[in-house]
């Protein structure tokens, strides 16, 4: 059978269109969360972050929403660009662990011209 | 913001040889460091995590005899992967948390280091 993390999910949008990529994380306990974006063979940017202790935060461009009850991330872009197209993983930090990041398995987004 | 850096970039290697890959924050300190491999179309796992004046903590399933964790300094951590074999080739990344390795939020990534063992 077809092993777990093998294929990165795609999101494919339009430019100018919003796109929303979508992460289900793995403890309740989790105190902070984290959107990266990923470009090929680069190391993750920080794009936006949200405590636990928020629902929704909004940057230039990005929303992320945080439903705790079905332990629920999304990253919403705006007007999104050519640019903007990359692989983005949500992480999760429990600071009962440190500083240590548990990530998703990542969403392809690839933006059309 | 805070930089981190990583040396190579890119490594090529014939099987059993060792590599060794330095992190380095480039504008503040960090006691603490972690390091990740990224295999192709996956997301990162963590490795260990790197303690400046002290052993590496190591994730399950990780072999600390192959992966060598040793932090230098404040601002250095290096990886050394022993006897390197084709399974090894991968993407490996380093972070650090952006104020001294105390319990904070950001973490810096550096740019990775892409090891083709042939």
């Known amino acids: 059978g077809e092993s777990v993390g093998l294929h990165l999910p795609t999101l494919s949008v339009q430019e100018g269109d919003n796109s929303i990529i979508n992460c289900a994380y793995s403890n309740s306990a989790s105190d902070y969360f984290i959107w990266y974006k990923q470009e090929s063979g680069k190391g993750p940017q920080f794009i936006i972050d949200?405590?636990?202790?928020?629902d929704k935060r909004q940057g230039q461009r990005v929303t992320v929403l945080l439903n705790k009850t079905v332990k629920h991330l999304s990253l919403q872009i705006a007007a999104t660009q050519p640019g903007d197209s990359a692989v983005y993983f949500c992480?999760?930090?429990?600071f009962g662990a440190g500083n240590m990041l548990t990530f998703g398995g990542g969403t392809r987004l690839m933006v059309k011209p | 913001g805070a930089v981190v850096s990583q040396h190579p970039s890119r490594v090529i290697c014939k099987s059993g040889t060792s590599v060794k890959i330095e992190c380095r924050s480039l504008d503040f300190q960090a006691t603490t460091m972690f390091w990740y491999r990224q295999f192709p179309k996956q997301s990162l796992m963590l490795m260990a995590t790197s303690n400046e004046g002290s052993k590496a903590t190591y994730e399950q399933g990780v072999e600390k005899d192959k992966f060598l964790i040793n932090h230098a300094s404040l601002t250095l951590s290096t990886l050394t992967v022993t006897s390197a074999h084709p399974e090894d080739s991968s993407f490996y990344i380093c972070?650090?948390?952006?104020?001294?390795?105390?319990?904070?939020?950001?973490?810096?990534f550096g740019p990775g280091t892409r090891l083709l063992v042939l």
């Open positions: 972070s650090a948390p952006g104020d001294g390795g105390r319990i904070v939020e950001t973490q810096y």
């Open positions: 949200i405590r636990s202790n928020m």
């Open positions: 992480a999760e930090n429990y």
